[in-house]
């Protein structure tokens, strides 16, 4: 048993060792409060945070939901964030960090103060709008009115603005943080939200050996404050 266990350390070793000294790229499609060009967002900091313990260095990168999912999976960049279990079914490059970097509240926002939800179920009589390439959404937004899907933040919040929705579903600190910054006016996110749910790293699996190593920095930032330290930098408070 210690003879298998010290020949996994010398392959883990002997891999690390190849990406020690090299910069991974890491694709993202979010944006503030999760991730900014700077790479300053909660996200964002969280990451590099657990790649720079275990010896790697890493660049952001950003790019539409879909493509950002693709690129990784084809290994034109070496990891995704920020994404739900199960992702690995639909693209099998990849590969999960079974450590959460975060939890998302998948939150419908609308302007009709009269609209009020309970579960996926409830959206039936409206018309909503989501962002490409949402995945849980996909498989849970089906039986609705209308279904419109568009590329980015703005053009969600747009399709409010120009009443061609009723609703449309977001991450409730990423869709406060948008309203915040554009200071649109009559647009309020709704409780409760429709799903809370754990948000993971996913590395190509040409990487694959540094999941392990990758979910213990992560635990470990856990342990020590320094994810809680990140969340009270960036929002102010740890939510």
């Known amino acids: 048993m210690h003879r298998k266990i010290l020949a996994l350390l010398m392959v883990l070793a002997a891999f690390t060792g190849n990406v020690h ?11 503030p409060p999760y991730s900014t060009p700077a790479g300053s967002g909660l996200a964002d900091r969280t990451v590099m945070e657990a790649f720079r313990r275990i010896g790697v260095s890493t660049k952001i990168l950003t790019a539409p939901s879909e ?5 990784a999976n084809l290994g034109i960049v070496d990891g995704e964030y920020l994404r739900v279990a199960g992702i690995e079914k639909m693209y099998p490059n990849l590969v999960m960090v079974p450590e959460p970097v975060c939890e998302n509240e998948f939150t419908a926002f609308a302007r009709d103060p009269a609209i009020k939800l309970r579960g996926w179920e409830s959206l039936g009589p ?14 849970n937004v089906t039986k609705v009115r209308s279904l419109t ?7 969600l919040f747009d399709l409010l603005t120009n009443d061609r929705v009723d609703i449309v579903i977001f991450d409730r600190r990423r869709g ?19 799903a809370r749910r754990p948000m993971y790293l996913y590395v190509n699996r040409k990487h694959s050996a540094l999941v392990s190593p990758l979910a213990e920095a992560l635990r470990q930032m856990k342990r020590d404050g320094a994810s809680s330290r990140i969340m009270t930098s960036v929002l102010g408070v740890a939510d």
């Open 21 to 31: 000294g090299m910069t991974l790229e890491l694709s993202t499609s979010d944006a």
């Open 126 to 139: 409206y018309s909503v709008g989501f962002i490409t390439g949402w995945k849980l959404l996909e498989e």
């Open 67 to 71: 493509r950002s999912l693709v690129n």
């Open 149 to 155: 899907k568009v590329k980015d933040d703005k053009a």
């Open 176 to 194: 406060e943080a948008h309203l915040k910054h554009s200071r649109e006016r009559g647009v309020r996110p709704l409780t409760p939200p429709l």
